[in-house]
């Protein structure tokens, strides 16, 4: 183990010996800029405007002379000929970067609104960053004074550094940058080694185990290059499963099928900067021995100085291999403190594949780069000496406060986690006082069944430093719909007296916790308390409920009957319930689809209901709603039925449709499932589509902006009846459709116009976009996601092309089933100018119009 500085640092040198990969969530620190630590020698530039904007004042959160780097000329579009350039006189870890503009106490207004970055390790070879979607170009500034930090994924590994103003017209930018990372201890600047390959499993998943980050030759082999085998990330147990979202199975790993590889070894050969004293090599491997994934069974590795040849002695190990535990691990191999500059390893076949998504090497005095030390403080490397006595005069009075240290460290430790304790069982009993005063009764004929609103837990999220942060989609143990219904007591319908049909299998799959969604100042948001938020009425000024003041009567709670949870939101929850008597409180106006109300059958209705502890500005924003929703009377609008608001817990009881959402409708009528009826045909389709747009035509007749239109909040009953819902959002089954903005807001992008996405404009004008996408949606029956091709992020920048309208925008296709007309209808949607989209009053009559002329 490497020696520490001073004894102070004894027991962080202990712990780091713990682990050896880089930990890039560790390794963030400010490497210069900023603090002066890079001296103004070390950074350069390819021009200057003047003296007082020369390279050495391009420092992030400085103003020293005129207050940035400043090129000499206006960078023009597809010219990269300007650069600011960073020498670091050593390999970095860089994990993240910071830009800023020039603002020079307000004198100044430049910055450069994208930038690319190169890198080299040897001040010769340039390398081009790409993320780990093959996207060059960062977002930079959009003001001169604000920060801007940007994680670079995958990090780099390199001594010079250069950042490159980029922009779509003739503009004159200034610079100031700063570089976060650590060093790179391991001192290894390329490896070469065999082209990662494909494994086909059994159901015809195909799992690519190339080196998709690799930033040197690639080919057959990869030489001259670093990539995910020293990225720090270090791959799952299951090597399907990946730390980063919307990429292919696989990604984590770089993985050699047996036969393939002359043999039976892979060969890896390392180069490092300079003669090292090599102690270990740890390895990351897989284990899925159940899929033929084994830890190698061998390794021997050959050692090099300098440009001799190879050594013939080599270090051997042999493993012990283990058939019972699957999961991940690192390999330790010792190096038995050999004198190198490049090693060459081969690694042995114990199964039919192998699989590796970390290598690291530990040799000389590396501190190992999840140091909690910052790379300021100096450190002062030593070299193995095999003559070197230890002068252990004061070895006893080191072990003697490691000792202390460490039972001071379990004591705090042990404090900590019994007040924790005791923390969780005095809030535990607080709940279920409170749940006891709160618990709401809902009868079964044949036993009761309680609601108890307990206090939810919700897991604190990191905040991302990125500008847009995924939502976590649905883990591997979830099931279908139909596997999750619960098994509620039998109980009587009165089939027999009433001639009632039985109560129908509800569609909707239990979910756990929803995704909140945002809010802007002047809008009255709408089910935003349980669930999605549907409707949202602009500049909309509304007195409290006083409790009577709605359209529809208060229902007793008795009456419900539990059935099935169907979604969860911030403050509350949708329960699918049964209901008889129904008839007496809804108005002479309104009968249930496909039910007839007066002959006491059982009718299916969803309750929304506000938990015990909402907070008073969400039992406002419930009242609300409801008041809202009792005036919204449309043969395609889910309707409000009754209310439960004399006492807590607040609920409103809407209408529900017996087929569920539109999207898994669609999915299971094109699934060929037995339990689904005829496939639908051109005609049910458009039927479906006009009655959507006759929804919206009433609500866009009210000013109201829907926000969320798409097949998921649209309910199907008899005979393709179609009602505009909400319960899409609250459901983790559509969480994947939302994408979270700077940790706050959650976002369907792919349903959104540009001018939602990037000025945040919500108008009756987006909803028709939204609308064409549903329409899209409906024809495809729902086979796939829009763009589905393209990532988050590329989703994001086709909106940019639509907002510069250069006809580089990419449309959804024409489906298969679709006629021209209609997909005429979908691309008059999607026009860039609000002012050019058609009302909804057109689209319904449109649609109408098609329908005849067939």
């Known amino acids: 183990m490497p020696a520490c500085p001073r004894p102070a640092l004894l027991l962080l040198c202990v712990l780091q010996a713990a682990r050896a990969q880089v930990n890039p969530a560790v390794c963030r620190y400010p490497l210069g800029m900023s603090s002066g630590h890079i001296p103004d020698e070390d950074i350069s530039a390819s021009s200057q405007w003047s003296e007082s904007t020369a390279a050495k004042y391009g420092r992030l959160d400085s103003e020293d002379g005129d207050g940035a780097w400043c090129p000499e000329v206006p960078v023009e579009p597809d010219d990269l000929k300007e650069f600011l350039q960073i020498d670091l006189h050593a390999l970095h870890f860089i994990t993240l970067v910071g830009t800023q503009g020039r603002h020079a106490g307000g004198h100044g207004n430049e910055f450069a609104p994208m930038y690319k970055i190169n890198y080299s390790r040897d001040g010769t070879r340039w390398i081009s960053w790409r993320n780990r979607h093959g996207k060059q170009v960062l977002d930079g500034n959009s003001n001169p004074y604000d ?175 283990d058939d019972v535990n699957p999961s991940a691990r690192f390999v330790t191999v010792p190096l038995l403190h050999r004198m190198a500059s490049a090693i060459k390893c081969q690694y042995y076949f114990a199964d039919a594949w192998m699989m590796f998504s970390e290598i690291t090497f530990q040799s ?33 009075i080191l072990i003697g406060c490691l000792v202390a240290i460490i039972f001071i460290l379990v004591a705090i430790i042990v404090i900590i986690l019994w007040r924790q304790f005791w923390q969780k069982m005095l809030e535990k009993a607080s709940r279920r006082m409170l749940d006891d005063e709160m618990t709401v009764s809902l009868s079964l004929p044949s036993e009761s069944s309680m609601f108890n609103h307990n206090r939810s837990s919700s897991s604190s999220e990191q905040e991302s430093s990125s500008t847009y942060d995924r939502i976590f989609p649905l883990g591997p143990d979830y099931q279908e719909p139909s596997r999750l219904i619960r098994k509620l007591p039998e109980f009587t319908t009165g089939e027999e007296d009433t001639g009632c049909s039985g109560p129908v299998k509800p569609s909707q799959a239990s979910v756990t916790e929803g995704v909140p969604h945002y809010a ?120 409000l039925l009754a209310v439960c608001i004399t006492d807590d817990p607040l609920c409103m009881i809407t209408e529900y449709m017996e087929n569920g959402d539109l999207n898994q409708f669609l999915s299971r009528q094109q699934s060929g499932s037995p339990l689904t009826s005829q496939v639908p045909t051109v005609s049910d389709l458009r039927f479906m589509a006009t009655q959507i747009a006759s929804g919206m035509k009433y609500l866009s007749s009210l000013n109201f902006v829907h926000r969320d239109l798409a097949t998921r909040n649209c309910l199907v009953g008899k005979r393709y ?81 639509f907002f510069r309208d250069q006809g580089r925008q990419t449309y959804l296709p024409q489906p298969a089933l679709c006629p021209d007309s209609v997909y005429k209808l979908m691309l008059s949607c999607w026009r860039r100018d609000t002012k050019d989209r058609p009302s909804f009053q057109d689209i319904h009559r449109l649609l109408q119009e098609s329908a005849s002329e067939e």
């Open 147 to 321: 920060i801007v930090l940007k994680d670079l994924e995958p990090p780099l590994i390199a001594r010079f550094i250069r950042f490159i103003p980029v922009t779509d017209h003739s503009m004159n930018v200034c610079l100031r940058v700063e570089v976060y990372g650590c060093v790179w201890l391991d001192g290894l600047v390329s490896y070469n080694a065999p082209a990662g390959q494909q494994l086909i499993l059994p159901g015809g998943t195909v799992i690519y185990l190339n080196d998709s980050v690799y930033d040197g030759a690639f080919g057959y082999s990869m030489t001259e290059g670093l990539g995910q085998l020293t990225d720090g990330v270090s791959g799952l147990d299951d090597f399907t499963q990946t730390h980063e979202y919307h990429v292919w199975p696989g990604y984590d790993y770089v993985g050699w099928r047996n036969e393939s590889m002359a043999g039976g070894y892979v060969e890896i050969t390392f180069e490092f900067d300079r003669i090292r004293n090599f102690t270990t090599m740890k390895v990351h491997c897989n284990n899925m021995f159940a899929k033929g994934v084994k830890i190698f069974k061998e390794v021997q590795c050959y050692f090099r100085a300098d440009a001799s040849e190879w050594e013939p002695s080599a270090v051997s190990s042999v493993l012990v291999l």
């Open 364 to 396: 000389d005095a590396a501190m190992y780069n999840n140091s909690l030390v910052p790379p300021e403080m100096p450190m002062v490397p030593t070299t193995y000496d095999p003559m070197l006595k230890v002068d252990d005069s004061n070895t006893r």
């Open 520 to 639: 802007e100042a002047d809008i009255v948001n709408l089910q935003g308390v349980t669930g999605g938020n549907t409707y949202s009425v602009p500049a909309l000024t509304m007195d409290l409920l006083s409790g009577k003041d709605v359209a529809v009567e208060e229902f007793p709670r008795k009456l419900l009957t539990f059935k099935e949870k169907l979604g969860e939101g911030q403050f509350g929850e949708v329960h699918l319930c049964e209901v008889e008597g129904m008839d007496k409180f809804t108005g002479k106006d309104f009968a249930l689809e496909g039910l007839d109300v007066s002959s006491n059958c059982p009718v299916l209705v969803a309750v929304k209901m506000l938990r015990a502890d909402a907070n008073k500005n969400a039992r406002n924003d419930f009242l609300k709603e409801i008041k809202i929703m009792s005036r919204l009377k449309d043969p395609n609008i889910i309707r």
């Open 721 to 801: 009846t179609i009602k505009i819902a909400d319960f899409g959002m609250s459901r983790n089954l559509y969480s994947g459709d939302y994408y979270r903005i700077q940790g706050r807001a959650v976002l369907p992008i792919r349903w959104m116009s540009w001018e939602s996405i990037l000025l945040g404009k919500f108008t009756t004008a987006s909803d028709v976009w939204a609308f064409g996408v549903t329409l899209w949606e409906t024809f495809t029956l729902c086979r796939e996601q829009p763009y589905s091709q393209f990532s988050d992020e590329q989703v994001i920048e086709n909106t940019g092309e």
